[in-house]
C-alpha cells in the first residue's frame, strides 16, 4: 500500500516516527555524525529504508533491492552522495520517495521503481547532480513517476520512463539541465502552473501529451 499525501505525492508512513537509519549496501558509506562508522543497517525484516538529515558518502552506494519489494524514503537530507561513482536505489515495486533532499554522484543516478506491482518514483523539492540520471516507475494506470519543483543537472543524459499505462507528471517548476532529456510515458503531463525548463535537447515520447495546451 502507498501512502500518499493530499497533492498525491507518496510519504512515507512512519514520518511521524523520528528513526535517522542510514542504509546502504556498501560497507564502506559513512555519515555526518558517525565518522567511518558502517551504514549497513538495511532493516530487512521490514523492507524499508529510511534515511532523514543525514549524508551517506562512497564509491558505489546501493540502496534498496533488485530481487525485493522494498520501500525507499529520503527526506530533508543534505546529500546522499557517492563521491566517485554511482548511486542506485531499487525498489522493484515499491516507492521510492526523495523529499527536500540532494543526491549527488559522480557517474550515474539510478532511480528504479519498475516491477510486476505497482512502484512509484516521487521527487519533491529534490537537486540531483551526476553525469547521467535515469528514473523508471511503473503503475497499470495514473502517477508512476512524479516530479515536483525539482531540478536534475546531468552532464549527458536524463532519462525519465513512467512504463506502462501510467502517467509522468511535472508538478511547479521543474529544471532538466542536460546534453539530451528522454521522456517517456504512456501520459506526460503538466499540472497547470508549472513549468518544465529543459535546457538542451529533449525527446518526448508518449500518447497524451498534457502540456503547452488549455489545462495544463
Same mark, same amino acid.
Given at each position: 500500500?502507498?501512502a500518499?499525501?493530499? #497533492?498525491?505525492?507518496?510519504?512515507d508512513?512512519?514520518?511521524?516516527?523520528?528513526d535517522d537509519?542510514?542504509?546502504?549496501?556498501?560497507g564502506a558509506a =559513512?555519515? !555526518?555524525?558517525?565518522?567511518? #562508522?558502517?551504514?549497513?543497517r538495511?532493516?530487512?525484516?521490514? *523492507?524499508?529504508y529510511h534515511l532523514?538529515?543525514?549524508?551517506?558518502?562512497a #564509491?558505489?552506494?546501493?540502496? *534498496?533491492?533488485a530481487?525485493?519489494?522494498t520501500?525507499?524514503?529520503i527526506r530533508?537530507?543534505?546529500?546522499?552522495?557517492?563521491?566517485?561513482?554511482a548511486?542506485?536505489m531499487?525498489? %522493484?515495486g *515499491?516507492?521510492?520517495?526523495? !523529499?527536500a533532499s =540532494?543526491?549527488?554522484?559522480t557517474s550515474?543516478?539510478?532511480?528504479d521503481?519498475?516491477?510486476t506491482?505497482t512502484?512509484?518514483?516521487?521527487?519533491?523539492?529534490?537537486?540531483l547532480?551526476?553525469?547521467?540520471i %535515469?528514473?523508471?516507475a511503473?503503475?497499470?494506470?495514473?502517477d508512476?513517476?512524479?516530479?515536483?519543483?525539482?531540478t536534475?543537472?546531468? #552532464?549527458q543524459?536524463?532519462?525519465?520512463?513512467?512504463?506502462g499505462?501510467?502517467?509522468?507528471?511535472?508538478?511547479?517548476?521543474v =529544471?532538466?539541465?542536460t546534453?539530451?532529456?528522454?521522456i517517456a510515458? %504512456?501520459?506526460?503531463?503538466?499540472?497547470s502552473?508549472g513549468?518544465?525548463?529543459?535546457r *538542451?535537447?529533449a525527446?518526448i515520447?508518449?500518447d497524451?501529451?498534457?502540456?503547452?495546451?488549455?489545462g495544463y
Amino acid at each position: 500500500e502507498i501512502a500518499l499525501d493530499e #497533492d498525491g505525492f507518496p510519504i512515507d508512513p512512519e514520518s511521524d516516527v523520528a528513526d535517522d537509519t542510514d542504509n546502504a549496501d556498501n560497507g564502506a558509506a =559513512t555519515d !555526518d555524525a558517525g565518522g567511518d #562508522d558502517s551504514v549497513d543497517r538495511k532493516g530487512q525484516s521490514t *523492507g524499508s529504508y529510511h534515511l532523514a538529515g543525514r549524508k551517506v558518502s562512497a #564509491d558505489q552506494v546501493t540502496i *534498496g533491492s533488485a530481487n525485493t519489494t522494498t520501500r525507499i524514503y529520503i527526506r530533508n537530507s543534505s546529500e546522499v552522495a557517492a563521491v566517485a561513482g554511482a548511486l542506485q536505489m531499487l525498489s %522493484k515495486g *515499491g516507492v521510492i520517495s526523495i !523529499d527536500a533532499s =540532494t543526491l549527488r554522484a559522480t557517474s550515474q543516478i539510478i532511480l528504479d521503481a519498475s516491477g510486476t506491482h505497482t512502484g512509484v518514483v516521487g521527487l519533491r523539492d529534490a537537486t540531483l547532480n551526476s553525469s547521467v540520471i %535515469k528514473a523508471r516507475a511503473f503503475a497499470p494506470a495514473g502517477d508512476a513517476l512524479i516530479i515536483d519543483g525539482s531540478t536534475l543537472n546531468a #552532464d549527458q543524459l536524463i532519462q525519465l520512463y513512467a512504463e506502462g499505462t501510467s502517467t509522468l507528471r511535472f508538478r511547479n517548476q521543474v =529544471t532538466l539541465n542536460t546534453n539530451q532529456a528522454i521522456i517517456a510515458g %504512456k501520459t506526460i503531463e503538466v499540472d497547470s502552473g508549472g513549468n518544465v525548463s529543459v535546457r *538542451g535537447k529533449a525527446d518526448i515520447y508518449t500518447d497524451s501529451a498534457n502540456f503547452n495546451r488549455s489545462g495544463y
